[in-house]
């Protein structure tokens, strides 16, 4: 475990970067530090591998002090990735990938090996190896930066703001790559980003600074959306943090009706429990085609369309809501993992699940504040 204890970073020219900080980053999991530029982020990931040493306090690896470590050894344990991916312009991609474990005097073979299994980890398509970065995309160069971090197979991992440069479309696909590389491989991954929807996709943990290197929260993301600290904290969310929290309530107790889906070419079924004036038409295998009036003959081509459907399980009750008030009827349509209707849910049953599901993180929240406030008492 990485422990953070009460450090502080003094620059010489008098700028307090990071204040009297303490932080207990958890084995195999991902922790975020998230702030406005100049808070200190880079400064207390830096520290982390002594890029830059503190001015006061004491970081922890596995209980024992950084600073007592060689640095040479410490950095192996640590792959870093920066911004821009800050590959090596005169190495093949390969050989970018090899470079620690060449250092470490892995065979030319070995090493070149463990490139490749790499580049299939971070879903790069081996036929780039040969290639320079320059011949590659910036979203492919961050992955090599990805994987030359992994390459000696350090168990911790620093990233400082990997995906910032790519668009939001390869920005999203390398955070799901590293959420997916994380399961698999359960790296202690200290991730430094400005953007508070990165860190709540990916942080197991966040720490949000504020400006002064001071910390304003610590808490898993969930908690944060619900009970940010302060004005600030709250700001930094932004303003739909109702909506984005949730994505942390499953909606797999979601009641689903089937009463108002009928196979295409079907009569009405006759009005049930679920009195929606529109009935749900499916093909013959029961994917979805679209809403039709009840009474209408629903000819395939006047159907309604019945916008994006949910998974119930895997989507959270916030992809259930946005299917609801993305649908003309305002019904969710809810697909099995081969795109087979389940069933539909009107909004004001998802409305429903919603206020059940916060009184039930209220009362789960409930024992643990009870604790602290005997601890405090
Ligand atoms: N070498 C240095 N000498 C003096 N001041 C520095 C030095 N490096 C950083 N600082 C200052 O320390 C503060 C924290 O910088 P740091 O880079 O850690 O912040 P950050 O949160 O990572 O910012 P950003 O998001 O803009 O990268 C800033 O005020 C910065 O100007």
Redesign the pocket.
């Known amino acids: 475990m990485i422990r953070i204890d009460s450090v502080t970073k003094r620059?010489?020219?008098g700028?307090v970067?990071?204040d009297r900080l303490s932080l207990e980053i958890p084995d195999r999991s991902i922790t975020v530090l998230v702030?406005?530029?100049?808070?200190?982020?880079?400064?207390?990931l830096r520290m982390i591998n002594r890029m830059v040493e503190p001015t006061e306090g004491t970081i922890l690896l596995d209980g024992e002090d950084v600073q007592r470590q060689p640095v040479t050894t410490l950095r192996r344990s640590m792959g870093y990735v920066i911004q821009n991916a800050g590959l090596f312009q005169h190495r093949t991609i390969a050989d970018n990938i090899a470079t620690v474990p060449r250092m470490l005097g892995w065979g030319k073979q070995r090493a070149r090996e463990r490139a490749a299994e790499l580049m299939e980890r971070v879903g790069l398509d081996a036929s780039l190896a040969k290639r320079y970065p320059y011949q590659l995309s910036g979203g492919q160069q961050q992955r090599v930066g990805v994987a030359r971090a992994l390459a000696a197979d350090p168990p911790v991992l620093l990233m400082d703001?990997p995906f910032s440069a790519v668009d939001p479309v390869v920005r999203k696909g390398l955070q799901d790559e590293l959420l997916r590389i994380q399961d698999e491989l359960g790296k202690t991954i200290v991730f430094?980003t400005?953007d508070i929807d990165e860190a709540i996709k990916l942080g197991t943990m966040v720490a949000v600074?504020r400006e002064g290197?001071r910390l304003a929260q610590y808490a898993p993301p969930a908690e944060l959306l619900s009970n940010p600290a302060d004005s600030f904290v709250e700001d930094f969310l932004g303003a739909d943090r109702g909506i984005r929290r949730l994505s942390f309530f499953t909606s797999d107790a979601l009641e689903l009706t089937t009463d108002a889906v009928v196979q295409a070419g079907a009569p009405d079924a006759p009005l049930t429990t679920a009195e929606t004036p529109y009935l749900l038409v499916t093909d013959a295998e029961g994917r979805p085609l679209g809403w039709r009036e009840r009474g209408s003959a629903g000819d395939a081509d006047r159907l309604l369309p019945y916008g994006r459907p949910f998974r119930p399980g895997t989507d959270s009750l916030r992809a259930a809501l946005d299917c609801a008030v993305l649908s003309p009827t305002g019904w969710a349509v809810a697909v099995d993992a081969d795109g087979r209707v389940t069933g539909v849910v009107s909004q004001q049953t998802i409305g429903e699940a919603i206020r059940a599901a916060h009184t039930q993180a209220e009362t789960d929240a409930a024992p643990a504040r009870g604790e602290d406030e005997k601890v405090a008492g």
């Open positions: 620059y010489p020219d700028t970067a990071v702030g406005p530029s100049g808070c200190g982020k880079t400064t207390t703001e430094v400005h600074l290197g």
